[in-house]
C-alpha cells in the first residue's frame, strides 16, 4: 500500500489575525504548510518576528521570509514614512474610497512570490488569507482579483502548463473579521500573539483602521481582544 | 490650449537584447519611459549594470533597480549555483521542454513590480519585452499569460477598479530574434552595450541557450554581433 503524501500549501503568513488563522485552519485541514512572510519594507515589521513564531507554534513544516523593496516605490501610508498612517476612522466609515495604507500592487507581489515559493517546493495549493467582506477597500482583496490571479498562475507556470495548475485557495475570503475570529479560536490560534496595528510601535495604536477593525470585531463577539490583556 | 503629458510607462529593462529594444522603441513612439530592472539574484548581474547605462544612454526619463530576493527559493540554474547553466544546446533543440534557467514565477513577479511602480508614478501602460517565438521554452512568456495578468492587473488596482486600467504593452511578443534586432538597428539601439549571457562571466560563454539564440539571429541576418567585436 502506498502512502500519499498530504497536499503541500504555501500559506502567506503576514503574522494578522486573518493570515494566522488561515495557517492554522490549514494546519487543521491535513495540509502541509509552508508559511512565507514578505518584507516589503513595512512600518510593522515586528509582525514578521510574531509571523516566525506563530508559524512554528501552529505546527507550519518550514517558514521563510522573503525580502521585496516596495518601499523603494513609495505611494503607501505602510512603507513611506512621509505619509502618515490615519487614524480614528470608524469602520463603517472604511471601504468607501481605497485609502493611503493600500500598498500598489501589495497582493499581486505577495501572490507571485507565494507561487515561485510553491513551484520550487512543488506545492499544489497557495493559501492567502484575503477577505472581501471587511476588505477595508483594497481593490486586491476581491474574490475577481484572486480569480484573474489563478488563471495568471494556471497559464505562467511550468506545473500549469502540463495540467497540474497551482490553486490559489482564499478560505477567508467571505467571512467576516468576526466570523474569522470566532473560527480560529475554535482552532486555538493564540490570538495574543497576532499583530494588526499599522503602526510599527510597542503596543497597537489603536487608532489606526486596521487596529479599529480588530477591536470593533472582538467587540462583536462580546469578548476581549487578548492582545490587550496584560498581566497585572 | 492644453498640453496633455505624454503617455507615462514602465518599461522592464534587463539589458538584454530584447528588453533593450522594448525600450528603445518606447521612446520612439512618444512615451515618457521609466526603465524599472529587477536585481532578482541572478548569476548576470552585470546587466543590471548595463541597464542603467542603456536607459540613460536611450533617453529613459528615470530608471530604478528593484531588489527580489528569489534566489532565497532556488529551483533555476540563473539563481541557483548548484544547478549547472545547460550549454551547447541547439537554437532548434529549445522550446521542446522547460529548462532549468526558468526562474520560477520569473516574470509575474517582474510584472507585479512594474504595476507597483506604475501606480505609484501614476504610469499608463507596462511595457515588456517577452516574445513567444524564440520564447527558449517560459510559459511566462506567452500572450495567453500576459493577458490573464493584465486582467488581474485591471481587478486588482485602485486605478483599474476607477476605469484607468494599466495596459501590458509586448510589442515584441511576436518578432522572432532577428526580426527584433533588425527593428532595434532602425531605432539606433546599441547592441554592443546589451548582455545576454546567463553566465556572470566578463565575456559571453557562447554555449547557454540565451548566448546560442542571440548568435543563431546575428547569423540569420548575415552579420557578426557587436557585442563579440573588439578593438584590435
Redesign the interface.
Known amino acids: 500500500m502506498t502512502r500519499r503524501r498530504p497536499i503541500r500549501a504555501v500559506v502567506l503568513l503576514s503574522g494578522g489575525l486573518d493570515s494566522t488563522t488561515c495557517l492554522a485552519a490549514a494546519v487543521a485541514a491535513g495540509r502541509e504548510v509552508h508559511g512565507l512572510s514578505v518584507d516589503y519594507g513595512q512600518r510593522h515589521r515586528g509582525e514578521l518576528r510574531r509571523a516566525r513564531a506563530l508559524a512554528r507554534l501552529l505546527g507550519a513544516a518550514s517558514h521563510?521570509v522573503?525580502?521585496?523593496?516596495?518601499s523603494?516605490?513609495?505611494?503607501s501610508a505602510l512603507t513611506d514614512a512621509a505619509i502618515a498612517v490615519p487614524k480614528g476612522r470608524s469602520p463603517r466609515a472604511m471601504g468607501h474610497d481605497?485609502p493611503v495604507t493600500?500598498?500598489?500592487?501589495?497582493?499581486?507581489?505577495m501572490?507571485?512570490?507565494a507561487?515561485?515559493?510553491a513551484?520550487?517546493i512543488g506545492a499544489e495549493e497557495i493559501h492567502v488569507g484575503v477577505n472581501a467582506v471587511d476588505y477595508s477597500g483594497y481593490?486586491?482583496c476581491?474574490p475577481?482579483?484572486i480569480e484573474?490571479?489563478e488563471?495568471?498562475?494556471?497559464?505562467?507556470?511550468?506545473v500549469?502548463?502540463e495540467g497540474h495548475p497551482i490553486r490559489i485557495e482564499t478560505p477567508l475570503i467571505d467571512m467576516t473579521k468576526a466570523d474569522i475570529i470566532r473560527h480560529g479560536l475554535g482552532l486555538g490560534v493564540p490570538y495574543e500573539m497576532t499583530w494588526s496595528c499599522y503602526e510599527g510601535g510597542a503596543e497597537p495604536c489603536h487608532e489606526c483602521d486596521s487596529c479599529r477593525l480588530r477591536e470593533a470585531a472582538w467587540e462583536s463577539l462580546h469578548m476581549g481582544d487578548p492582545l490587550n490583556v496584560r498581566e497585572p
Chains 1, 2 share one sequence.
Open positions: 521563510r522573503v525580502k521585496v523593496d516596495l523603494a516605490f513609495g505611494g481605497i493600500y500598498v500598489p500592487a501589495r497582493n499581486t507581489v501572490l507571485s512570490l507561487l515561485a515559493h513551484e520550487v481593490p486586491d476581491r475577481e482579483f484573474a490571479m488563471e495568471a498562475v494556471r497559464l505562467g507556470t511550468k500549469g502548463v
